[in-house]
């Protein structure tokens, strides 16, 4: 799976931004996707996750409330629609693929995605 993120920019804080992430290959319909963020000096966070009918979402806790995940299997795409951004919201966010994950089991973990997109810039200004 090859993952493509898009529609990161600069916003003012209490704006919104919509990212999209387009695969290829076979292996979406089968994956859980995530998107992750990394902002400087830190680790890379789990987001925001979804579950391969879309049926489930996974958020953590400092997203959840203005942060939507949405997938199109047909299209291959993931999005995050951001909400209410604050400047902590500032990262390289990526979406990334766990082609492996059980029935709807959406995962945390970095080490349990197999696929990572390039990554899209987010900058929240005050």
């Known amino acids: 799976v090859q993952l493509q993120a898009s529609g990161g920019g600069l916003v003012q804080a209490g704006g919104s931004l919509r990212l999209s992430c387009a695969a290829s290959?076979?292996?979406?319909?089968?994956?859980?996707m995530g998107w992750f963020r990394q902002a400087p000096g830190k680790e890379r966070e789990f987001v925001a996750g979804?579950?391969?009918?879309?049926?489930?979402?996974r958020y953590t806790d400092s997203v959840r409330g203005r942060f939507t995940i949405s997938r199109d299997n047909a299209k291959k795409t993931v999005d995050l629609q951001m909400n209410s951004l604050k400047p902590e919201d500032t990262a390289v966010y990526y979406c990334?693929?766990?082609?492996?994950?059980?029935?709807?089991?959406?995962?945390?973990?970095?080490?349990?995605?197999?696929?990572w997109g390039q990554g899209t810039q987010v900058t929240v200004s005050s």
């Open positions: 990334a693929a766990d082609v492996h994950a059980i029935m709807t089991v959406i995962t945390e973990s970095t080490g349990r995605y197999d696929y």
């Open positions: 290959g076979g292996a979406f319909n089968r994956a859980v």
């Open positions: 979804i579950s391969r009918s879309g049926g489930s979402t």
